[in-house]
């Protein structure tokens, strides 16, 4: 039992206030979550990660990025007692059992060449987008895995003014009063995308500051210009606040643009300048509470969750760091929030794992 609060003490996850009275959100990494999976079963490259209204948390991982090694006991002979790839969709509930899987190619649709990307709507649909350079469709499914819809359609190139096909589209999020999907638009376009949700029609779009997104080149990010008129590529994510406004993440300018669901533009606000290589923007969450205070924001490039008040867009507070021990990130890409404040995040590239991150300052 000591060794164990030793282990806990070791791997809390810090945050640095900018309050004096501590009300920044505090958070302790969960090493017991989730727990392991069945069947040999092995993650790769988890690429989404969403909760639903029912707290149970969603991922889409992909098993293409896996190698034979790791894919040992599905060769033939085997070559080894463990692994094989997961289905693409798990599902965890709170205590961290795998609850419910599926995913893959299917006669209806096609299935994303690289996943990208999981919502959950607040009417029990399941939103799925893909970054694969042919990858041109969002998918619609039932929280059982069956068919709904599929907007757009697999291709070649991209097209930031299209009616009818997205550009490696990365992220959804979906309000469900106007029947309305968002889509961040993407590794390969440079938008945001609204289609109807039910009938999946093109309905507008924009790029950034509002303007009418241009496929033209621009150069790399570079903290000594001027902010870019256009997004860089990718538009990684976009989430909807309690007031209606419209959240994307801009993530290799290290920028979030703040927009009216028309397009409007409202604001935007730059996160650690000098950052390059992929950015510091990569995903954001709103806290739980009714007046959604706090903005939750994944820094990939730097390794960490950065804490931002909502109101003023500043930043109060940030854990993690670079590394591969747990409650630390390797090339950590998206976050999600459960209704008791609880964080979860995901990674790519070597990193291949979720994390739980529990909200420590509102323990009964």
């Not at 867009?313 to 747990?326: A, D, I, N």
């Amino acid at each position: 039992m000591k060794t164990v609060v030793v282990l806990l003490a070791a791997i809390v996850a810090l945050v640095t206030p900018a309050y004096a009275d501590n009300a920044v959100p505090q958070f302790q990494v969960d090493p017991f979550w989730p727990k392991p999976l069945p069947n040999n079963w092995i993650l790769g490259q988890v690429s989404g990660i969403a909760t639903d209204r029912y707290d149970r948390v969603w991922v889409v991982h992909r098993p293409g990025t896996l190698t034979a090694r790791e894919r040992a006991a599905e060769q033939s002979p085997p070559e080894a007692k463990c692994c094989i790839a997961a289905p693409p969709v798990l599902v965890f509930d709170q205590a961290g059992n795998l609850i419910r899987h599926w995913g893959g190619p299917g006669p209806a649709f096609q299935w994303p060449e690289s996943e990208h990307g999981i919502f959950v709507d607040d009417a029990d649909f399941v939103w799925l987008a893909g970054n694969g350079k042919k990858d041109g469709q969002l998918l619609k499914f039932t929280m059982q895995g069956e068919f709904v819809l599929q907007i757009g359609k697999q291709g070649e190139g991209n097209d930031s003014n299209s009616t009818t096909r997205l550009g490696s589209p990365a992220d959804v999020a979906v309000d469900v009063a106007a029947k309305e999907v968002y889509a961040a638009d993407g590794y390969a376009n440079r938008r945001v995308v609204v289609f109807d949700s039910e009938t999946g029609a093109h309905k507008r779009h924009w790029g950034a500051y509002g303007k009418q997104p241009s496929d033209e080149k621009i150069g790399p990010y570079n903290p000594e210009r001027p902010p870019s008129q256009q997004f860089g590529n990718p538009v990684h994510c976009v989430r909807i606040d309690k007031d209606g406004l419209v959240y994307v993440c801009d993530r290799a300018n290290n920028r979030l643009q703040v927009f009216r669901k028309d397009g409007t533009f409202v604001l935007e606000h730059i996160y650690e300048k000098m950052t390059r290589g992929s950015g510091s923007m990569f995903d954001l969450v709103f806290s739980p509470d009714k007046d959604q205070k706090f903005i939750y924001m994944v820094d990939g490039m730097n390794g960490e969750i950065r804490i931002v008040e909502r109101a003023s867009k500043e930043t109060l507070g940030r854990f993690g760091r670079p590394g591969r021990q747990v409650g630390m990130f390797t090339v950590v890409h998206n976050i999600a929030v459960d209704r008791q404040g609880n964080i979860f995040t995901s990674e790519v590239n070597t990193g291949q794992r979720v994390q739980k991150f529990r909200r420590t300052d509102m323990q009964d």
